[in-house]
């Protein structure tokens, strides 16, 4: 058996102690569902939005449209990587420059510093023991040698200046 046409009818209350009647036909498709069809009536019988309801035919043309546009796009993709490819290999390759060297950067002898204070002192017992006796001729070399290159990275003092307060020292 085959339906082609549904009618709906509906009665809806007012505020008057009233009521519409509301009645819809609709004439189906052959391949239309008569069930989701006789749905979408009553929805829309209530002021509701109605369901699209597609045939056999027309979701297969979307699917296929859908489909036909997925593989569009992929081709898109494959030419704009075999464009990038291309330009890749066009290009010519730059030679590693050599690693520059990096200037150690050193810390600077800072008077005001405890630390260095007691570097400074330690350093002085090595290269002159004696260096108590002549007080003022150390905290003099201590104030001549302020803010140049004191200890390395590792915390070592510098051998430059060792040899810059050996020079203050004797003079």
Not at 40 to 64: D, F, H, R, S, W
Not at 73 to 96: F, G, I
Request: charged residues 35%.
């Amino acid at each position: 058996m085959r339906v082609c046409e549904i009618k709906v009818e509906v009665t809806i209350p007012t505020e008057q102690y009233g009521n519409k009647k509301i009645t819809m036909i609709a004439s189906l498709d052959p391949m239309e569902d008569p069930l989701a069809a006789r749905e979408n009536l009553i929805k829309l019988c209530y002021g509701q939005e109605m369901e699209v309801v597609k045939t056999p035919i027309e979701a297969y043309e979307e699917a296929l449209d859908a489909q036909t546009k997925a593989n569009a796009e992929t081709e898109v993709e494959a030419k704009a990587e075999t464009q990038v490819e291309a330009m890749v290999e066009e290009t010519p390759v730059k030679k590693a420059k050599a690693p520059r060297k990096v200037k150690v950067k050193y810390t600077a002898y800072d008077r005001s510093s405890e630390l260095h204070k007691k570097l400074f002192s330690s350093t002085l017992d090595v290269l002159l023991p004696d260096w108590k006796k002549d007080a003022i001729k150390a905290k003099t070399a201590s104030m001549f040698l302020e803010k140049s290159d004191f200890l390395n990275e590792d915390g070592v003092v510098l051998d430059s200046f060792k040899d810059a307060l050996l020079k203050v020292m004797s003079v």
